[in-house]
């Protein structure tokens, strides 16, 4: 096989990529990126070695190296290999710490390969490449733990990106994905990296709630808002992705300039944000969820922004309109810089293009309403609790998590519709878009879906159910009229997953497929001891929910 991936729902045949991803990547880009996970091994190795604590600037570059290999992120080449010579610098510089620390460690002869192998030339980079993927450890079980903690890793670096280009910085965080990182290359058994996929899943935890802190503190606290569907007259300007700090920039730069502003698809929370509301050409959301891109993005007609994932192949019939920024990247696709210190990124050649460009052409009417994250559902605790002790709401169901192009995902559509008038959906992340459009109604006022935002959002239910076991005396989050019916694709829902085990919580279904990296015996062990389990019929599964199996 020419590569091997299976990290994402819809690796082919539910076992994996082997000769091109389905995602869309080359096996070239796909072993590139095994080779700068290799590298950031390596600079998490000398770090370690070091003795001295990880500092900010390193941390914040393993997350930005990290968060590029994240499923649908970033497709260049280019870009992949120039993180690798980064990498190759920093972990130089850390092996000079370290072989001046007096523990000898610089000159042992055990030292993993990838804390020493280096390449001059691209060409050396690509030979690399194709030697240093997953299947390099034998052991399905402990190459099974091993990738866990891997992509629990790198949904955490993708939250913590975000955290830092808001200014937030916690090193415990940085601290934990080098030790993490360490695990991935040490003769651990399979009970030691269990150990640390629970203190990853801790960490993801302390990770939604530091980017969280990041998102409220300087947009406020999101509130109950109806997002506009339709279009205006003007030139447009599409922003996907999950970064807010970028939205924020490009919304300054086109004030008063006559272009208007769309969300896609994960970028719908934007609109919940207090500070948001002030821009008169932010206008609503425009689509639906990221693998509608090509029609949606055909139909648009203006410019479209990629802040992060999820980007799929690109049409040529709207390349020339797309740019990338931050972690994303696309072959051909105009980049965008990094912002100044202190500065904004440069939007300009975003603006200019929207401008050549006519208005979108409208899809769709009408509004949807979300805004229901920790702080807002919290200050409607008393009329919760009242439908609860009442009777008029029997359970709450999370579907939070991510959408996907697999058919079998009408399933959480078909269960949104099939739930009892006497259920609320909790949501988070882009599989909303399965039932966020229906006409489900309300309870007394209360919707009967809750959007509490981003798929990082995830972190307000986990906040809210633990304030409503507060609330009803309870000494198990597992004895709520809560279950979890939840949608996967890529690694930012496996951090979500492994922080919802730390926390936990028992009795998770898991679809449209588990996971391909978990061998048979790592699964035995998550059933047995979270009881995860695959999702099953619509019918038993809201069956088995209604009764709090």
């Known amino acids: 096989m020419s590569m091997f991936c299976y990290q994402c729902q819809e690796t082919a045949g539910g076992k994996g990529c082997s000769v091109r991803g389905v995602c869309g990547k080359t096996d070239e880009l796909a072993n590139l990126q095994d080779l700068l996970i290799f590298v950031t091994k390596g600079v998490a190795y000398w770090v370690d070695k070091s003795g001295v604590k990880v500092d900010i600037k390193t941390g914040y570059f393993l997350t930005t190296a990290i968060f590029s290999t994240i499923t649908n992120a970033n497709f260049d080449e280019a870009a ?5 010579k980064k990498a190759l610098e920093v972990r130089e510089a850390w092996r000079l710490k370290a072989s001046d620390c007096g523990s000898g460690c610089g000159c042992s002869a055990s030292l993993p390969e990838c804390a020493t192998w280096s390449a001059t030339t691209d060409e050396k980079i690509r030979m690399k490449a194709a030697y240093v993927g997953i299947l390099t450890t ?9 990738e866990l903690i891997t992509y629990g890793l790198k949904g955490v670096a993708a939250y913590a990106h975000h955290a830092a280009e808001l200014g937030e910085h916690d090193l415990s965080i940085y601290e934990h994905i080098v030790k993490a990182l360490v695990a991935t290359i040490t003769d651990l058994g399979a009970d030691d990296l269990v150990a640390m996929t629970m203190k990853t899943g801790e960490c993801a935890v302390k990770t939604m709630a530091l980017l969280d ?42 004030k008063g300039t006559g272009v208007d502003v769309y969300t896609h698809s994960e ?5 919940y944000y207090p500070k948001f509301k002030k821009y008169d050409n932010f206008v609503g959301n425009y689509g639906s969820s990221w693998w509608h891109q090509n029609e949606d993005f055909e139909s648009f007609r203006g410019a479209i922004l990629f802040t992060t994932n999820c980007i799929i192949p690109v049409k040529g019939s709207y390349q020339s309109r797309m740019f990338t920024t931050g972690a994303s990247g696309y072959p051909g696709c105009q980049h965008i810089p990094d912002r100044p210190e202190g500065g904004r990124k440069d939007f300009s050649a975003v603006i200019g293009a929207a401008k050549a460009c006519p208005p979108p052409t409208e899809i769709e009417k009408g509004e949807i309403v979300g805004g229901f994250a920790h702080a807002q559902v919290l200050a409607l605790a008393d ?10 709401i029997k359970r709450f169901v999370v579907m939070a998590g991510c959408d996907g192009r697999m058919k079998n995902r009408q399933y959480f559509t078909d269960v949104a519709q099939a739930l009892p008038g006497d259920t609320v959906i909790l949501t988070a992340g882009c599989a909303k878009y399965r039932y966020n459009k229906l006409p489900l109604g309300d309870i007394g006022g209360i919707p009967r879906v809750l959007d509490a935002g981003q798929c990082n959002d995830s972190y307000s239910l986990a906040v809210v159910a633990l304030k409503l076991k507060e609330v009803f005396g309870l000494d198990d989050i597992n004895k709520l009229p809560i279950s979890y019916d939840i949608a996967w694709y890529e690694q930012k829902a496996v951090a979500v997953l492994l922080a919802l085990l730390y926390l936990g919580v028992k009795n998770i ?23 995860i389990k695959p999702t099953g019929t619509v019918e038993a599964d809201v069956e088995a929910m209604m009764a709090g199996a």
């Open 80 to 84: 992949i290999i120039s993180y690798i």
């Open 138 to 146: 034998q052991n399905e079980d402990i190459r099974s733990l091993r």
């Open 213 to 254: 802190k990041a998102n409220t503190g300087r947009y406020g606290n999101p509130e109950i808002t109806k997002v506009n569907l339709g279009v205006r007259n003007n030139p447009g300007i599409l922003v996907s992705g999950h970064d807010l700090r970028d939205l924020e920039d490009l919304l300054e730069q086109t």
């Open 267 to 271: 970028m719908l929370p934007a609109h």
């Open 383 to 392: 009329k919760v609790v009242s439908a609860v002790k009442s009777g008029a």
């Open 509 to 531: 279904r898991l679809g449209p497929t588990l996971p391909a990296f978990l061998s048979p015996n790592v699964a035995k062990v998550l059933v047995e001891k979270f009881d």
